[in-house]
């Protein structure tokens, strides 16, 4: 390596440290309103960074909250943090679609209400694989979970509020990424659920039940290695940051609310400019 490119490497390093620190940390607003007073949310997938993050939002929102995971031990880990006696937790397997129905009858008996207001499809897996070396054992545990888990929960829990009458939102999480031409079985299944999302809001919105998305770009949680109290600087987005668990949820609270009556099939990125003024 020459002293030319040397120099440019040190130069190149500095100036991202210098933001990194300029960066972080971040003032993210919390709402003080209470738009969810009274209803009561299904999180799936409420274990993970950013389930943990709307669940969270949902409760200071004055919403009562089930959330699922795949364990006992994440479960009993979520509730800890969520610490609140309006939040309850559940194991479910969201690749075992023969379980849903009884996995509705599981969050309705979760509080006295007996109700689920709106419904969050969270639960998403990832691949590392490059192209040419995808399993199909990859494929079909992110196709599975992703995508196939997301449209049969929420044929579950509509149908549950259509028999019950209830005009409720649906809110599902895919990916900046998916607006980008790739190859993964994680932002194909994230290109299905934006098809989804716009095909399930025709279907159901003649019921009061609205179906919309949200779409975190880079966010810093332990799937893309990052933990609580790590710098937030990255240089993949415009806005050179990583996305916060916690303004996802401040998102998700608006876009559950009556305040999205009328966004109806539609998706809210919340990426950075990742996949929306940037495209690699």
């Known amino acids: 390596m020459g002293i030319a490119s040397r120099i440019y490497r040190f ?54 909250v089930v959330i699922s995971g795949t364990r006992e031990e994440s479960i009993a880990v979520a509730m800890e943090k969520l610490a609140s006696d ?3 937790g559940i194991v479910a397997n969201i690749t075992q679609v023969s379980e849903f ?37 990859t494929w079909d545990a992110v196709l599975d979970t992703n995508l196939k888990g997301m449209f049969f929960m929420t044929q579950a829990v509509s149908n549950y509020m259509i028999q019950n009458k209830i005009k409720g939102h649906i809110l599902n999480v895919r990916s900046a990424g998916a607006l980008k031409p790739w190859y993964t ?22 019921h009061g039940i609205i179906v919309n998305a949200i779409g975190p770009g880079p966010v810093a949680t332990s799937m893309l290695g990052r933990n609580e109290g ?51």
């Open 11 to 64: 130069l190149d390093f500095c100036f991202r440290k210098r933001n990194e620190k300029n960066i972080v940390p971040v003032n993210i607003p919390t709402q003080d309103t209470n738009l969810l007073n009274g209803k009561i949310a299904f999180i799936v997938g409420g274990t993970g960074g950013i389930g943990m993050g709307i669940a969270k939002a949902f409760l200071s929102a004055g919403a009562k």
């Open 86 to 88: 309006r939040a309850k």
């Open 101 to 137: 129905d009884h996995i509705v009858s599981t969050v309705l008996e979760a509080f006295p209400e007996s109700r689920i207001d709106i419904l969050v499809n969270c639960a998403g897996v990832h691949g590392n694989e490059k192209f040419g070396e995808v399993s199909e054992e």
């Open 185 to 206: 079985p994680y932002e194909i299944s994230k290109s299905g659920v934006a098809s989804f999302t716009k095909g399930a809001a025709a279907e159901l919105i003649k």
């Open 230 to 280: 790590d710098s937030l600087y990255t240089d993949c987005v415009p806005s050179m940051r990583f996305a916060t668990p916690h303004e996802i949820g401040q998102i998700a609270v608006i876009m559950a609310s009556g305040m999205c009556d009328l966004v109806v099939g539609d998706t809210w990125y919340i990426s950075g400019g990742s996949g929306t003024i940037k495209y690699r």
